[in-house]
């Protein structure tokens, strides 16, 4: 009986433990939602997007629901309802648990074609039994928590008979390229990094041949043939790419993996992390971009910033004749009037009392320049007010209150409010506000009786005058490359440290609604003169390379030591490039060049194991939401520590030492020390004269 119950144990271990292997628990934050998200108001809604992995399947998969309701809230008389694919799946009334799971299956129709799961929140929420009373009440708000997650059934054969060219890239998380890159490899690295990103929100790992990490099965492989590993090169099957012809190729396999995980467990409704041995199959996928030769790897390459074919590939490998970027900046995509569907806007047929909100967001790099001042117009209908209502559409800019205008019995909506450059930042959110009150005494009846609409593709925004200063700041990076050719030049002796920084400053010049920026690669060795004058130049260099030289107008020389000072104190410098060969760090500075052309310099300095992490801090921080209109130089650590500085002439943060005497740089550097020793003398010498004098006095007086 004993051996009876010990075999039935074992077969439920087994089955559990196969089980975990054929899930996989995806958390609401792992997908972009970091914070848990409220839903306010009587009558709210939010809508979250997820993009299913080919290696999954709907059928069998699960999401598990988690909400925090107001405790302020009659819960009988409260409503949650949960909308698939725009389809209701889920209804119910709030359950008096502070936190409440709710589990639903999926189903294959929940899925969209382009594998998209759109799932839906809509509340009804009560506080009183007067329904009047409820309308601005603040506590009238549910949360979806940001541990909410999704269960995902594995494909039994792994997936890979639904991984294509055209889906490929939402899985990969890392890029492989040769250990002495050429700058066709750069720029391979550079477009690939960019496509990733646009893919997903999390990490991009950049890797040199050799050095993969043997967990990372799932990445892009660039270099043309001739550069590729043996091992490597026998994956391409089939398919041989000739003198002059580009190949991007989809190698898929599966092998047997023996590891110890670390995943999240739901025990008694929460997220735990939990440790176990793993035997499973995994999918090994490597697309390679490739070519017979530099001219068809060129190809190649030029294909990875081309959405439209890479979106159309449905097989496993493209070869590729012809490549290139028509596209052609017109007038029409200098983008200086842009409209609220082109950032991503909706036309939604909102209805009820109290408050309806729709959200929009902006970035400054939308437009082709940096805005000074940005007319935001609204074009909408929405139901003629009866006497005695009250109505008002307001529009809010990154949480503050920028317009109000009254509605009236028309039903037209037509307002704009134009806001200056103080008022919007690098990256915008804007939201719209019907506001809707019905006569005293008509509210029980009016729930039905408004609408609003806000028509996207004719509200719009619209930059009325270009941001002039005579000097340029990371306020209008990238967008101040938009304009003209930018060239890329990287010094030849740290170029393989430059790959993920390339990556994500390419990513940055493309980060718009029409992306067409296709930036020129050069090394820094022979680079003309005239080239610096006549195009955009963004360029990262060793501290010790003669081009920097070249950069007249740039806020800092490095043909000469430096230190930089905090503003407000100059008594602690922040970074000392005397230093710099010891701690690895990364300084950015953005300028006009000589003929007014944007120009943008990063260094790395320190140990040249760390210089990759230099260089990709730096440009990922020039890139954040700056709090300064003004800064043009940054520096970053490789702990991501980042200090912003405003240099120019008349700047005190900024001191070249080697300008200075020896007998001045001692000084500097030892004269606290000098005085404190002055004032212990003068306090002995007066210590030892009124010794003297107290004994003059007792001898006189004995």
């Known amino acids: 009986m004993n051996k009876f119950f010990t075999l039935l144990a074992l077969v439920f271990l087994l089955s559990k433990a196969s089980l975990a292997q054929t899930q996989t628990i995806a958390s609401f934050a792992s997908f972009g939602y970091e914070e848990d998200e409220a839903i306010y108001g009587m009558s709210g809604a939010y809508s ?320 082709s320049f940096t805005p000074k001042e940005v007319e935001i117009r609204f074009i909408g209908n929405y139901s003629g007010l009866n006497p005695g209502d009250r109505g008002y559409f307001n529009i809010y800019l990154n949480g503050l209150l920028i317009s109000s205008e009254k509605l009236d019995a028309s039903g037209k909506l037509n307002t704009s409010v134009t806001i200056n450059r103080y008022q919007h930042h690098k990256y915008n959110r804007l939201e719209s506000e019907f506001r809707f009150f019905p006569a005293n005494g008509q509210c029980k009846n009016s729930f039905i009786n408004f609408f609003g609409e806000v028509d996207v593709e004719k509200s719009y925004l619209e930059s009325k005058n270009p941001f002039i200063s005579s000097a340029l700041s990371f306020y209008q990076y990238p967008e101040a490359f938009n304009l003209g050719t930018t060239k890329i030049v990287v010094s030849k002796s740290i170029a393989k440290y430059t790959a993920g920084a390339l990556g994500e400053i390419v990513y940055e010049l493309n980060n718009n609604i029409n992306p067409n920026n296709f930036p020129e690669f050069a090394y820094s060795e022979g680079f003309p003169d005239g080239d610096l004058k006549k195009n955009n130049i963004i360029a990262l260099l060793a501290k010790d390379d003669p081009m920097l030289g070249k950069f007249a107008s740039a806020p800092i020389h490095f043909d000469q030591k430096f230190t930089l000072y905090n503003a407000d104190n100059r008594s602690t410098p922040v970074y000392s490039v005397a230093q710099s060969d010891s701690v690895s760090s990364g300084l950015a500075q953005i300028f006009y060049g000589t003929s007014n052309n944007a120009t943008l310099v990063l260094v790395a300095t320190g140990p040249d194991a760390h210089k990759s992490d230099a260089f990709l801090n730096v440009s990922k921080s020039i890139t954040e939401q700056l709090s300064t209109l003004s800064s043009n130089v940054c520096v970053t650590d490789v702990n991501s520590n980042k200090y912003l500085f405003n240099i120019n002439k008349s700047s005190d943060n900024l001191e070249y030492t080697e300008t200075k005497s020896q007998l001045t740089q001692f000084w500097d550097k030892y004269n606290l020390y000098i005085l404190l020793g002055i004032l212990l003398l003068i306090l002995l010498s007066f210590l030892y004269v009124r010794s003297r004098v107290q004994r003059s006095q007792e001898l006189y007086n004995d």
Request: proline share 4%; hydrophobic share 40%; glycine share 6%.
């Open 48 to 367: 979250f997007y997820f993009k299913i992995p080919p290696q999954n399947q709907i059928v069998g998969s699960k999401l598990v629901l988690r909400f925090e309701p107001s405790q302020a809230l009659i819960k009988e008389n409260s409503f949650i309802n949960v909308i698939i694919n725009d389809k209701p799946v889920y209804s119910s009334r709030l359950s008096k648990d502070s936190i409440q799971t709710l589990v639903l299956n999926l189903k294959k129709e929940d899925l969209s074609p382009g594998r998209f799961l759109k799932i839906q929140v809509k509340t009804l929420l009560t506080i009183t039994d007067d329904i009047c009373k409820d309308l601005d009440n603040p506590a009238m708000w549910l949360k979806v928590k940001n541990d909410s997650y999704l269960v995902l059934v594995k494909d039994p054969k792994g997936g890979v008979d639904n991984v294509n060219i055209s889906n490929c890239f939402d899985t990969k998380r890392a890029i492989v390229y040769p250990a002495d890159p050429s700058l066709n490899d750069l720029k391979a690295v550079a477009w690939a990094y960019a496509r990733l990103k646009k893919a997903t929100n999390k990490p991009i790992f950049v890797f040199e041949q050799g050095k993969v990490p043997d967990s990372v099965k799932n990445y892009i492989m660039v270099g043309n043939m001739g550069s590729l590993p043996e091992d490597k090169k026998s994956l391409i099957k089939d398919v041989s790419p000739q003198s002059g012809e580009g190949l991007l190729y989809l190698s898929k396999s599966m092998s047997a993996v023996i590891d110890t995980i670390t995943e999240k467990v739901n025990q008694r409704g929460k997220l735990v992390d939990v440790k176990r041995v793993s035997s499973e199959t995994v999918a090994n996928e490597i697309l390679f971009v490739t070519g017979g030769d530099e001219e068809g790897y060129l190809k190649a390459v030029t294909t990875l910033g081309n959405v439209n074919i890479l979106n159309s590939s449905f097989g496993n490998y493209l070869i590729i004749n012809h490549a290139e970027n028509t596209f052609i900046k017109t007038i029409d995509e200098n983008r200086s009037k842009i409209t609220l569907k082109q950032v991503g806007g909706a036309s939604d047929f909102l209805s009820g009392i109290g408050s309806l909100k729709n959200a929009y967001t902006f970035k400054n790099s939308d437009f």
